[in-house]
Structures are given as structure tokens and as C-alpha cells.
């Protein structure tokens, strides 16, 4: 399965921005979706998930201001991020598993793709 990831860049405080995810190599409707993120020198964060039938849930960090969403017809999950902060500044990665509670190593992971929120 091969995960590419786009949509990253510099935003303001306070600003939107939407990331995508292409998938390839597998059948998109069966893998459940995922967006995380990672700041150097620290664990990779969950932030939402969304399933194969489309129910989805958020970390707190990030419930009420991103929206995770998928277009099975086009094999893309994206990411809706409003109200940015400087916190959220990191590297930001898709990834894709086939059972709901995955281990990190069984995932499928995408590249990553730079976040930065100007204050």
C-alpha cells in the first residue's frame, strides 16, 4: 500500500488549511484511515480516524477544528484543519490499516507532509 500525502505549508495563526492523502496498491474500502502528526523529539500523535462504513473519531487536541474526511470513488482521505494554532506545527502523516486498533508497525505510513502556524 503506498500513501502520498500533500497539501502541507505556512500558515498564520488562526488560518485553515486542508491536507489529502492519495492511496494506492489496495482496495481503498477496506482500510481504515488515519491522519497523525509528529513534532521532533516527540512520540507521533493520533489526531482522527475514519472508518471503512465513515464514522470517525478525534483526539481532544483537535476535536471542533479538523475534519476528517474520505472519497472512496478517488482513494483520498483529507484533513480539514481551521483555527490553527502554533502548536500545531509539525510533521502531519496519513496512514492506513485494515483492523480498527493497529499497532504502529502494522500500519501502512505515508511520508509526511510540513505544517508551520506563524503566530
Known amino acids: 500500500v503506498q500513501l502520498q500525502a500533500s497539501g502541507g505549508g505556512l500558515v498564520p495563526a488562526g488560518g485553515s488549511l486542508s491536507l489529502s492523502c492519495a492511496v494506492s496498491?489496495?482496495?481503498?474500502?477496506?482500510?481504515?484511515m488515519y491522519w497523525f502528526r509528529q513534532v521532533p523529539g516527540t512520540e507521533r500523535e493520533f489526531l482522527a480516524r475514519?472508518?471503512?462504513?465513515?464514522?470517525?473519531s478525534y483526539a481532544d487536541s483537535v476535536k471542533g477544528r479538523f475534519t476528517i474526511s474520505r472519497d472512496n470513488a478517488k482513494s483520498t482521505v483529507s484533513l480539514q484543519m481551521n483555527n490553527l494554532n502554533p502548536e500545531d506545527t509539525a510533521v502531519y502523516y496519513c496512514?492506513?490499516?485494515?483492523?480498527?486498533?493497529?499497532?504502529?508497525?502494522?500500519?501502512?505510513w505515508g511520508q509526511g507532509t510540513q505544517v508551520t502556524v506563524s503566530s
Open positions: 475514519v472508518t471503512r462504513s465513515g464514522s470517525t
Open positions: 496498491g489496495r482496495n481503498f474500502r477496506e482500510l481504515h
Open positions: 496512514a492506513a490499516a485494515t483492523i480498527l486498533t493497529p499497532s504502529a508497525s502494522s500500519m501502512y
